[in-house]
């Protein structure tokens, strides 16, 4: 039996479904046929141009329904598929397509990619408007009849993780890791073909990739597919929407419209979020604001979704729910052995929904699981009794000070509830005398003055112990943030990397505006 995901999602005569799936800001309407039919032949195209089942097809194409059929398309003929986001250079391309050497490459413009100047891949253009020569030319040929047959742990897509560190790597995402997660998605949240989904995630990434679009095709349920998140298409689409999925800047965005209230939510079932964390003040902001509590959830691009909030039940701000049917989820110390409920350790976990491994990097792959064959996350968090799971920080993010670990997810919690505080990061800085200095950066509310660093301090003095509390305040009017909202620690720690060391250590030019990070 053939384990492709196309025919999982798309079951059963797809090109003769009149059923509407995607509709898009200028209100055009996709069919599941129209989608089926185009994906049938974009799949011929890339078939008579050489590309065989196994091959790489990367794609760096804004948002569209085409560039859904493009994916779609790829499923079907058992290619790889290789999203790129569009904010990439010249210079992040050249590692992305010499490490996963595409049989195709699909850009948005005729500019061939330097890259690719002197390769043998076959390129096409998809514009944003859906236009360009992979469509032209596809829409001349017989769309490709059935779909190629794929085990499950045959590869669906490479994706590259975000990596903070060092070069980005290619995660090796099964058809059968997406099948389940899917599935799994489907029965957790409910969704069944009733729903209509406000989709404004990028398509590059997992979350708007696998766990909004999946999970809608394979429910049946119908989307409005906007080319990205604007303000003003959500608030226009919200009231014929039943379900949203999104980044908790996505979240502050809307709590900062006057216009998102509980009667534009009125027809809306759930509100999801992930990718980053969900500070338990904006949950609170959102619920005062719609009366709704939103569903957090964790995923990362390995493992796809890991642990949800329950659907019916309690969700409790500030932790990522509890483990999907099917997956294990362990907190472990440094040799890989289980830590004490309640106690802080590193998130390890099993489950179909566990990807490959990293394209052509074995050995650093198996540095990424333990020795009973759990994936190790890098995330550390604790395990309640009743199995619900609190995220603290990233591994590398830990900070320790004079000795003292201080999880920057602590320290931040409690910045988040100060008023003043739009969003905030806690990074470790060389320091002479303790190894590392926490240091709190913060976005500060627009048009707020009130925060002072010595205000900052004293409100966190009352809550947490004295070797938590930062060592230096950076107030900033916007944090470094990537595509999915998630704040670039990285970034920070480099921009700032002198601020301990005697004096400030940067710049002038450089300095955020409205700066104040004499060390305190
Ligand atoms: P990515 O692979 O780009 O999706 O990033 C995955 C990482 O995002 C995870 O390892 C976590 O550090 C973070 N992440 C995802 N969802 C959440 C969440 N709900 N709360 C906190 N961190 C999250």
């Known amino acids: 039996m053939s384990n492709n995901l196309y025919d999982v999602l798309l079951p059963a005569a797809p ?8 509709t898009t800001e200028t209100d055009a309407a996709w069919t599941r046929g129209d989608i089926a039919v185009l994906a049938g032949r974009i799949a011929a195209l890339l078939r008579n141009s050489g590309v065989e089942p196994g091959d790489r097809v990367a794609v760096q194409v804004e948002k569209s329904p085409e560039a859904v059929c493009l994916y779609l398309a790829c499923l079907k003929a058992g290619f790889v598929y290789v999203p790129l986001n569009t904010a990439y250079t010249d210079a992040e391309l050249a590692h992305f397509l010499g490490d996963a050497e595409p049989k195709a490459f699909v850009g948005g413009s005729e500019a061939v990619p330097a890259p690719l100047a002197a390769s043998h891949t076959e390129t096409f253009t998809l514009g944003p408007d859906g236009r360009g020569s992979l469509i032209e030319r596809a829409r001349a040929l017989a769309p490709l009849e059935g779909t190629v047959p794929r085990a499950t742990d045959d590869l669906a897509a490479l994706l590259y993780t975000s ?4 070069r980005a790597k290619g995660a090796m995402i099964t058809h059968g890791n997406l099948i389940f997660t899917a599935k799994a998605l489907e029965d957790a949240w409910e969704i069944d073909d009733a729903d209509v989904l406000l989709h404004a995630l990028p398509i590059f990434h997992a979350h708007g990739l ?6 809608a095709l394979l429910a049946g349920a119908a989307m409005h597919f906007l080319p990205k998140f604007t303000i003003d298409a959500v608030v226009d689409r919200l009231p014929r929407s039943t379900l949203f999925m999104g980044v908790p800047t996505f979240y502050a965005r809307m709590v900062a419209d006057a216009r998102v209230d509980e009667a534009l939510c009125k027809s809306v079932r759930l509100f999801v979020s992930g990718s980053a964390p969900l ?10 604001r719609t009366g709704h509590d939103i569903l957090e ?15 019916h039940g309690h969700r409790v701000p500030g932790t990522v729910g509890s483990a999907l049917p099917g997956v294990t989820v362990r907190v472990i110390d440094e040799a890989g052995r289980e830590r004490p409920r309640g106690e802080i350790g590193e ?5 179909p929904n566990v990807f490959a491994g990293y394209w052509r990097l074995p050995e650093v792959t198996a540095a990424e699981f333990t020795a009973d064959g759990s994936f190790k996350t890098g995330d550390l968090g604790k395990m309640e ?5 609190t995220i603290v920080g990233r591994n590398k993010d830990l900070i320790i000070t004079g000795g003292y670990n201080v999880y920057p997810g602590e320290v931040e919690a409690v910045l988040a509830r100060l008023d003043g505080v739009a969003d905030c990061a806690v990074i470790g800085l060389p320091h002479a005398d303790f190894g590392e200095g926490v240091v709190a950066v913060i976005e500060r509310r627009p048009g707020d003055e009130s925060l002072t660093q010595a205000g900052v301090v004293e409100a966190l003095s009352r809550e947490l112990a004295r070797y938590k509390l930062p060592k230096a305040v950076v107030l900033m009017d916007s944090l470094p943030r990537n595509a999915l909202g998630k704040i670039q620690k990285n970034e920070l720690r480099r921009t700032h990397a002198a601020l301990l060391q005697g004096g400030s250590g940067l710049p002038a030019s450089s300095r955020p505006s409205s700066l104040s990070e004499k060390p305190v």
Do not use: C, H, K, W
């Open 15 to 22: 090109e003769r479904d009149a059923s509407v799936v995607l």
């Open 279 to 288: 500070s338990v003040p904006a949950f609170e902001a959102f619920r005062a």
């Open 347 to 351: 998130i390890a976990l099993q489950g």
């Open 210 to 215: 696998f766990i909004a679009l999946n999970t």
């Open 163 to 166: 990596g903070t560190t060092g």
């Open 297 to 311: 959830r964790y995923a990362m691009t390995e493992t796809i979704v890991i642990t949800t909030n329950p659907l």
């Open 385 to 389: 009794a009743d199995g619900r799971l």
